[in-house]
T-cell receptor
Framework: AQSVAQPEDQVNVAEGNPLTVKCTYSVSGNPYLFWYVQYPNRGLQFLLKYITGDNLVKGSYGFEAEFNKSQTSFHLKKPSALVSDSALYFCAVRDPSHQTGANNLFFGTGTRLTVIP | DTGVSQNPRHKITKRGQNVTFRCDPISEHNRLYWYRQTLGQGPEFLTYFQNEAQLEKSRLLSDRFSAERPKGSFSTLEIQRTEQGDSAMYLC?????????????????FGEGSRLTVL
């Protein structure tokens, strides 16, 4: 079965510093990986995805993520954090080879990012 | 606004009552999903539709839950005989699955959710 783990419930970083939000996954086949952000009282917003190709993918608001197959990880990164990046971040996986779950996204429990001015 | 629309945004009900949520997806999207999110958890898949056909249901979707998408456009999620454990945010999302696409690579577009509180 597919699953996603976000080992940190909370990440604090100073404004201007680089940030990393961690994600590891478990699937039987080759994964499709996604990052979403949730601001207070707002819906989930898509940030970026990895389907195939270059392991480093770039997304919205200056975020990027690196797919690492050997470590089964897909960490979200940004070179310089902004206070406005403070939000809840969710990693999600889809396993296209899975018999019943190929069309669904399975989400991690989320990481709350706080950027300190 | 051309995003995914959900209503009502908030619903407070007494245990045992029935509630219904509506979702209007992005107009050209043929797939529609329902998720549930409780505090401190990520969204959990409930069910999805390809046009009007309900193709998959999670084990989380008990007999008290029913979802429809009668004309392949908007969808409703009904919960009968609500229980306190049903209190959650119910999220709707949509995406476009293109004809001939081998597998679904598209991201989901989410609405802002319908928050249910069962007293």
């Amino acid at each position: 079965a597919q699953s996603v783990a976000q080992p940190e419930d909370q990440v604090n970083v100073a404004e201007g510093n680089p940030l990393t939000v961690k994600c590891t996954y478990s699937v039987s086949g080759n994964p499709y990986l996604f990052w979403y952000v949730q601001y207070p009282n707002r819906g989930l917003q898509f940030l970026l995805k990895y389907i195939t190709g270059d392991n480093l993918v770039k997304g919205s608001y200056g975020f990027e993520a690196e797919f690492n197959k050997s470590q089964t990880s897909f960490h979200l990164k940004k070179p310089s954090a902004l206070v406005s990046d403070s939000a809840l971040y969710f990693c999600a996986v889809r396993d296209p080879s899975h018999q019943t779950g190929a069309n669904n996204l399975f989400f991690g429990t989320g990481t709350r990012l706080t950027v300190i001015p | 606004d051309t995003g995914v629309s959900q209503n009502p945004r908030h619903k407070i009900t007494k245990r045992g009552q029935n509630v219904t949520f509506r979702c209007d997806p992005i107009s050209e999207h043929n797939r529609l999903y329902w998720y549930r999110q409780t505090l401190g958890q990520g969204p959990e898949f409930l069910t999805y539709f390809q046009n009007e056909a309900q193709l998959e249901k999670s084990r989380l979707l008990s007999d008290r839950f029913s979802a429809e998408r009668p004309k392949g456009s908007f969808s409703t999620l009904e919960i009968q005989r609500t229980e306190q454990g049903d209190s959650a945010m119910y999220l709707c999302a949509s995406t476009l699955r293109r004809v001939g696409e081998a597998s679904n690579t598209g991201e989901l577009f989410f609405g802002e959710g319908s928050r249910l509180t069962v007293l």
